[in-house]
């Protein structure tokens, strides 16, 4: 079976893995890859090997100090990747963290290329004029940042949703791709924040 595509520092997580066992004949700890990749806390490095063991390369023993065991070697040349789809947004965590994550979805990389994706389900009919349709999968790059005119999905107060970005000199736009709906105008005292722009669309028929 082949192995899922790593994002890159997925890869590089697992690169250490190997070269730490390959140099000192064991697996680092937990806080051994927290202190090297410089992360915040062992929670950001336990959420980054539970994607990497999700993918079939590696087990976690718990309550092990080091509990990761390498069960699969990297493969070259993999055309499959599997990228988190967002359920409910827990407040104050980022886009991707575990419990945002409903399910993952497995995508083609002739099709969607690069790291940074995540998917979320289209829930309304707000951008079927841009040919984005009610339970569609809208696949996002995660980016906090968009030009005028893109597609983006954005948090309003805990919400997530896909809307045409427009940005004015003193405020910001999101335009629904829908005749039925009217404009958001986006103020100070709302909780906004642009969290990727859309890269596709899949649709089951």
Request: aromatic share 6%; hydrophobic share 40%.
């Amino acid at each position: 079976m082949k192995l899922l595509k790593l994002t890159s520092r997925q890869d590089a997580i697992y690169s250490f893995l190997l070269k730490h066992q390959e140099t000192t004949g064991s697996l680092p700890t937990i806080r051994e890859i927290t202190e090297h990749f410089g992360f915040k806390s062992i929670n950001n490095a336990r959420q980054h090997l539970r994607l990497i063991e999700q993918k079939g390369y590696i087990n976690l023993v718990p309550n092990k100090s080091r509990g990761i065991r390498v069960v699969k070697k990297r493969q070259e040349n993999i055309l499959e990747f599997k990228i988190p789809i967002i359920g409910s947004i827990a407040a104050g965590t980022p886009i991707t963290a575990i419990e945002n994550i409903e399910n993952y979805l497995t995508l083609d990389q002739d099709i969607f290329k690069g790291d940074n994706l995540f998917a979320l389900r289209v829930k309304g009919d707000s951008m079927v004029e841009a040919g984005i349709m009610n339970n569609d999968i809208a696949v996002i790059r995660q980016q906090s940042n968009a030009s005028n005119g893109e597609v983006v999905a954005v948090i309003i107060d805990g919400d997530a949703t896909l809307k045409r970005y427009i940005k004015h000199e003193k405020f910001v736009v999101l335009h629904p791709e829908n005749k039925k709906y009217g404009d958001i105008i986006v103020t100070s005292d709302m909780n906004f924040q642009i969290v990727g722009k859309l890269a596709g669309v899949i649709r089951k028929y």
